[in-house]
């Protein structure tokens, strides 16, 4: 998502109200959710710049096991002077490099488990020719079941967080304009 507003507070008076309504990125491994405070949404706000996200929903190390957590989307955004206010540019998505490794297990995991079927199967039919195409057979089940839920997994944690973009982007966009 990629989204641009002006409000006519000053870049300074954005960044107080943005600092309102976001909890500082401060671990806390006391707090149920990871990070000291209460509020909804957690980052980082710098003069010029900010990093949003919502707090976990669950108990922190529950919700680092789910695709949620993986697949947490973030807000982005930069602040700048304008003539009579400030510009604000907002960018939201799941971060690149998470979806690049994601990728690169999937493939992994496809080209591990397709190697070892590939490699197994001339020993099966020398040493174990009775039991050769059931053990293929079980690869070919494997590569599918392993590439199935890899691929399953980010659709489950797009559904998990799938509203929290537009909510941030809400709250923040509503708490500069009001």
């Given at each position: 998502?990629?989204?641009f507003?002006?409000?006519?507070?000053?870049?300074a008076?954005?960044?107080?109200?943005?600092?309102?309504?976001?909890?500082?990125?401060?671990?806390?491994?006391?707090?149920?959710?990871?990070?000291?405070?209460?509020?909804?949404?957690?980052?980082?706000?710098?003069?010029?710049?900010?990093?949003?996200?919502?707090?976990?929903?669950?108990?922190?190390p529950?919700?680092?096991?789910?695709?949620?957590?993986?697949?947490?989307?973030?807000?982005?955004?930069?602040?700048?002077?304008?003539?009579?206010?400030?510009?604000?540019?907002?960018?939201?998505?799941?971060?690149?490099?998470?979806?690049?490794?994601?990728?690169?297990?999937?493939?992994?995991?496809?080209?591990?488990?397709?190697?070892?079927?590939?490699?197994?199967?001339?020993?099966?039919?020398?040493?174990?020719?009775?039991?050769?195409?059931?053990?293929?057979l079980?690869?070919?089940?494997?590569?599918?079941?392993?590439?199935?839920?890899?691929?399953?997994?980010?659709?489950?944690?797009?559904?998990?967080?799938?509203?929290?973009?537009?909510?941030?982007?809400?709250?923040?966009?509503?708490?500069?304009?009001?």
């Open positions: 998502m990629l989204k507003f002006s409000s006519r507070l000053e870049p008076a954005v960044v107080a109200n943005l600092r309102e309504i976001v909890d500082e990125e401060e671990i806390d491994p006391k707090s149920p959710t990871l990070y000291a405070g209460e509020r909804r949404l957690v980052g980082r706000i710098n003069p010029d710049r900010f990093k949003i996200y919502r707090r976990p929903p669950v108990y922190w529950l919700w680092w096991l789910t695709p949620g957590h993986w697949f947490k989307p973030v807000v982005e955004g930069t602040v700048t002077r304008k003539d009579n206010g400030t510009q604000i540019a907002i960018v939201g998505a799941t971060p690149i490099w998470i979806k690049i490794c994601w990728v690169l297990a999937l493939l992994g995991a496809a080209g591990f488990i397709s190697l070892i079927v590939t490699f197994q199967y001339p020993y099966d039919i020398a040493h174990n020719p009775m039991q050769a195409g059931a053990m293929m079980a690869g070919l089940a494997a590569l599918n079941v392993v590439a199935g839920i890899l691929a399953v997994l980010p659709f489950v944690g797009w559904l998990m967080t799938r509203n929290d973009i537009t909510s941030i982007v809400n709250d923040i966009e509503s708490r500069l304009n009001g």
